[in-house]
């Protein structure tokens, strides 16, 4: 499943900042519809990703009936995205990532 979407770059304050990009609420939708397939536990969703040109392996985090494309350093730092940065994002659920033994947290 490939999604483009556009989203705010948010901080969360906790233990370690994280950045985020929140999911659209339609996109989001779309993503439930398949989570089942593609989750390997705990709602989490792997997803390859790409804004501007850098690509990027993660996973999509479940909240509030939507989810959150998490932005490490690698990512933003290239990109010179901060806080509050507009962005577009390519994203490409990985379906079927627990039958194929592709799991975990990929950073």
Same mark, same amino acid.
């Given at each position: 499943?490939? *999604? ?27 993503? $439930? ?9 705990? /709602? ?24 959150? *494309? ?5 990512? $933003? ?13 390519? *994203? ?8 194929? /033994?592709?799991?975990? *947290?990929?950073?």
């Amino acid at each position: 499943m490939e *999604l483009v979407f556009a989203g705010r770059v948010t901080e969360w304050r906790g233990p370690s900042p994280y950045y985020f990009v929140a999911v659209p609420d339609e996109e989001s939708a779309e993503i $439930r519809e398949v989570a089942a397939m593609a989750t390997y536990g705990w /709602g989490v969703i792997p997803v390859e990703a790409r804004i501007g040109e850098t690509a990027f392996t993660t996973s999509l985090f479940p909240k509030d009936g939507g989810y959150l *494309l998490p932005l490490k350093n690698a990512v $933003r730092k290239p990109q010179g995205l901060s806080t509050g940065d507009d962005v577009t994002v390519e *994203l490409t659920v990985r379906l079927g990532a627990v039958s194929s /033994g592709v799991g975990g *947290l990929a950073h």
